[in-house]
């Protein structure tokens, strides 16, 4: 019988610590879902007891998925695992995952433990976190680093204690796959009561190993595999979990397991991912890359034209890739509009759908094809509901090469039109200068980011800023054929999240 493999994904938690990404409480849900129908096995929602915010994240996330366990992280104390606990409890399938640092360089320098102090505090608190859910996982922080025998102690107190998954961490990508194998099956071979235990691994990728190391460990016996889409994670990422699911897939014939996840849904969930995180996917990004399966050489375009195995070992739809980019344009009506939307793996209600259709209608105008990464911009744009306590009204810029830019706004706060003029280094600073001085405010662009979303002089471009307030960062969005209006609209987004 083919072996079950695992897939946990942790894009909520350890996605969400990439440098400059936040996501709110619906963003987080709309990305559960999404892997939820996706089939993965385990969400890790976030790490509650950060804060208020990921807590909410967590607890709507608890709250509305279903088929998939939904996790939280606590470090190893009372308050985190109680934070957990109260994230989670509402949870069809629930997982509290702990952890603590085991190798001596962290246990030294950041704990300031010795190991008999790491080994009784493993022991009282995944005992606790046991008393609260059926499913603890426990990891060593800094696995791979660790000292072999004390690390097959730590894993033998924590099944001792209850932890029924044990993940080992390669924490700071320095794994090599055979290494990192070898790892897994002396574990499997070393570690009293591991039988009755699944083993995981969690793999960074600062060498650039970390879907590799994930595959060398489920060849030594590894069920379950952390990893986060479109690679996201602290420093240079996690494993990305399209990569690991179409590894599987495609090398069936190596991994003989048994993967039960809807791949045609991939494509969707990375382009989400990306866009409300604001990480752009890099275009020769393997599986969901804007050239994953583009062929541009005449050997291969020809090669591909006779037969696709020639230089394709997995076809684009099986990722959700459309091969078919229909071009919609002024004719084209609401029938043929919602056709393209469901194609393109949308699940959407009648009353959102009225709503795209008619920013359809308003795009034909401006421009006359309208390709499906026009739709997905229409429809990505409009996925979150937002509070709008802030309008845009109208603006208007004047600038030039040879004279200072000056921008007036008028904007609706809570029903109340107000207007401001500033002028600025540009255009875009111009209008960002007149909305503050009318706000009365100084926030911070931490980042902005202007790209086209489709080629031609009349593309759709899309504007994500990052804006600092209040002591949070707030990311926003916007699209329009008038790169300038993108702007604003983009810095009107942020503002509505604050
Ligand atoms: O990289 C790491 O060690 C982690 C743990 C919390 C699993 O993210
Ligand atoms: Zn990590």
Redesign the pocket.
């Known amino acids: 019988m083919k072996k079950k493999i695992y897939i946990f994904d942790t894009t909520l938690r350890?996605g969400e610590q990439t440098p400059g990404v936040s996501l709110n409480a619906k963003e987080k849900l709309e990305i559960a879902k999404n892997l939820e129908a996706l089939g993965v096995d385990i969400i890790e929602a976030g790490f509650p007891v950060t804060s208020k915010g990921d807590f909410e994240g967590v607890k709507l996330i608890a709250q509305n998925i279903k088929s998939s366990t939904v996790n939280a992280?606590a470090r190893a104390n009372k308050k985190d695992i109680n934070t957990a606990y109260e994230a989670i409890k509402e949870a069809k399938r629930k997982r509290i995952?702990t952890?603590l640092a085991t190798s001596d360089v962290h246990m030294t320098y950041k704990l300031k433990m010795t190991r008999e102090e790491v080994l009784e505090k493993i022991r009282e608190m995944v005992s606790y976190a046991k008393t609260l859910v059926d499913e603890v996982e426990f990891?060593p922080?800094?696995g791979s680093r660790t000292e072999k025998e004390f690390l097959y102690k730590v894993l033998e107190t924590a099944i001792e204690a209850g932890a029924t998954v044990l993940?080992i961490?390669d924490?700071v990508g320095y794994s090599t796959p055979n290494e990192f194998g070898k790892l897994i099956k002396d574990i499997k071979e070393n570690v009293n009561g591991i039988e009755n235990a699944i083993v995981s691994v969690?793999c960074?990728n600062d060498l650039g190993l970390a879907v590799a190391n994930s595959l060398a460990a489920i060849e030594n016996g590894a069920e379950q595999i952390e990893c986060a889409v479109n690679g996201l994670g602290?420093r240079a990422g996690n494993a990305a979990l399209e990569e690991i699911i179409m590894a599987l897939k495609t090398r069936n014939d190596i991994y003989k397991i048994n993967l039960d996840v809807n791949t045609e849904k991939i494509y969707r969930l990375s382009s989400l991912v990306s866009h409300f995180t604001g990480v752009k996917v890099q275009p020769n990004k393997a599986i969901v890359g804007a050239n994953a399966f583009a062929h541009e050489s005449g050997i291969h375009q020809h090669g591909v034209l006779t037969n696709r195995e020639t230089y394709e070992i997995m076809t684009p739809e099986s990722v959700g890739f459309k091969t078919n980019n229909m071009v919609l344009g002024k004719h084209s009506g609401r029938h043929a509009f919602e056709n393209r939307v469901k194609e393109l793996g949308y699940d959407i209600l009648k009353e959102d759908i009225q709503e795209a259709f008619i920013k359809f209608k308003e795009l034909v105008d401006k421009k006359k094809e309208i390709s499906d990464k026009d739709i997905e911009a229409i429809l990505n744009h409009g996925r979150i509901e937002l509070e709008e306590k802030y309008k845009l009204k109208s603006f208007n810029v004047s600038t030039g090469n040879k004279i200072t830019s000056t921008a007036t706004v008028s904007l609706e706060i809570d029903g109340q039109v107000k207007e401001e003029a500033a002028c600025g280094d540009g255009p875009v600073n111009a209008l960002y200068n007149a909305i503050e001085r009318l706000l009365g405010s100084n926030r911070e662009i931490k980042d902005y980011n202007i790209s086209a979303i489709t080629s031609g002089a009349d593309a759709l471009g899309e504007v994500s800023i990052k804006l600092e307030s209040k002591d949070k960062i707030v990311i926003g969005r916007g699209v329009s054929t008038d790169v300038i209006e993108a702007s604003v609209l983009a810095y009107i987004n942020a503002l509505n999240k604050e």
């Open positions: 350890d992280l995952h952890f990891s922080e800094d993940n961490p924490t969690h960074h602290e």
